[in-house]
């Protein structure tokens, strides 16, 4: 459904039974936006499972947003204590953000409590480990203020390895029908799912993130609201998703799959005037599967950066194609493509210019 690794994101894992404790929403944690924002024009949603420094940078990139009243409203589904007191930490220093406290439930079940309380008539997604572009919010907010048939927009994104790396941007049409139709029938939805934004009332009128979607619970959501609308793509590059050697997740990428087709079924069923629920039922089957062969993640995700660092002619990709030779020394496109990459260290010391490098961010909005 995108041009993306699969990730296995921090704020993606399982629930855990070893997580426990009630789930809190206390003033302490979840401040008062001004008055002058009693309704702000968007409701940014983060989950959170983990992530340390990396959560502060995309806490940082949002926030740093001008030109758009907005709300972040954060799920910490269970984060161990460092990143929980970095989160607090950030809630009591601006009064924009929103912290939710919930035991450990899984990705879908934080979006979809996130989502529940969000205030603004458009909802905008952000992922822990990823970092929104200044003046995506205001872009987002002025995509749906001139179409009002658009039910789901995003952008243009920068997709960068460990160290920042620009390794691809992916884009989609700038025709909103032409999107709407490569979703339906071609499945080809946006760029990312933390880039995406969609209208509050549409999302609850299709009935939002569906819990039995472990997995692909964002292109399930966009079939449902492509059905409704148009679907949009600002050709601007606007979010930056990260890509982590430890991240990449070929069993993640199977259940994808798997949970991608499912969501695939229900929209035939849909069109034929059928109920959903037996396709549903079958979900949890499907978490019980496992992928075929043998798999070697931290070799295969080497092996993806340095081959995208390497068509762009990046000398850094030898770093990375030398490190899946380490994990994998027994495939020969490896060794070629690692030897390759020596070669242009050797001739190019310099990396190309990155067009998407984030400016620095300035201080959070705190309480006046």
Request: hydrophobic residues 40%; proline residues 7%; charged residues 20%.
């Amino acid at each position: 459904m995108t041009d993306l690794p699969a990730r296995q994101d921090k704020l993606c894992a399982q629930p855990s039974a070893a997580v426990a404790g009630p789930e809190t929403l206390s003033h302490q944690h979840c401040q008062a936006v001004p008055a002058s924002s009693d309704v702000p024009e968007l409701s940014v949603v983060m989950c959170v499972y983990n992530g340390g420094s990396a959560v502060e940078g995309a806490l940082a990139s949002v926030l740093q947003q001008e030109g758009v009243e907005f709300e972040l409203i954060v799920v910490n589904d269970g984060s161990d204590a460092e990143t929980t007191e970095l989160l607090r930490s950030w809630a009591r220093r601006d009064v924009r953000v929103r912290l939710v406290e919930q035991p450990n439930q899984g990705l879908t079940s934080a979006l979809i409590r996130g989502c529940s309380l969000a205030r603004a008539a458009i909802i905008a997604r952000q992922d822990g480990d990823d970092e929104s572009m200044p003046g995506r919010l205001r872009a987002l907010r002025d995509a749906f203020a001139t179409d009002p048939i658009l039910m789901l927009t995003s952008s243009s994104v920068a997709v960068v390895g460990p160290r920042g790396e620009l390794l691809y941007i992916v884009t989609r049409s700038a025709d909103p029908d032409t999107n709407r139709h490569a979703l339906l029938h071609n499945r080809r939805g946006p760029p990312s799912h933390g880039a995406c934004a969609f209208r509050r009332d549409a999302y609850v009128a299709v009935g939002g993130y569906r819990e039995p979607f472990r997995y692909a619970q964002d292109s399930d959501l966009w079939l449902r609201l492509a059905e409704r609308g148009r679907v949009s793509c600002i050709p601007s590059v606007l979010y930056r998703y990260s890509v982590h050697p430890e991240a990449i997740s070929g069993a993640r990428a199977f259940h994808q799959g798997l949970f991608g087709e499912l969501g695939q079924a229900c929209l035939l069923a849909r069109r034929a005037g059928q109920s959903e629920v037996p396709l549903l039922a079958q979900a949890g089957s499907l978490l019980a599967r496992k992928p075929p062969g043998a798999h070697r993640p931290q070799a295969d995700a080497y092996y993806f950066i340095g081959s995208c660092l390497l068509r762009r002619a990046d000398p850094r990709s030898a770093r990375y194609l030398w490190l899946a030779w380490k994990a994998a020394p027994w495939r020969p496109r490896t060794t070629l493509k690692a030897l390759a990459a020596t070669v242009l260290r050797l001739v190019r010391w310099s990396p190309p210019k990155d067009p998407t490098s984030l400016s620095a961010f300035p201080t959070p909005r705190g309480e006046t």
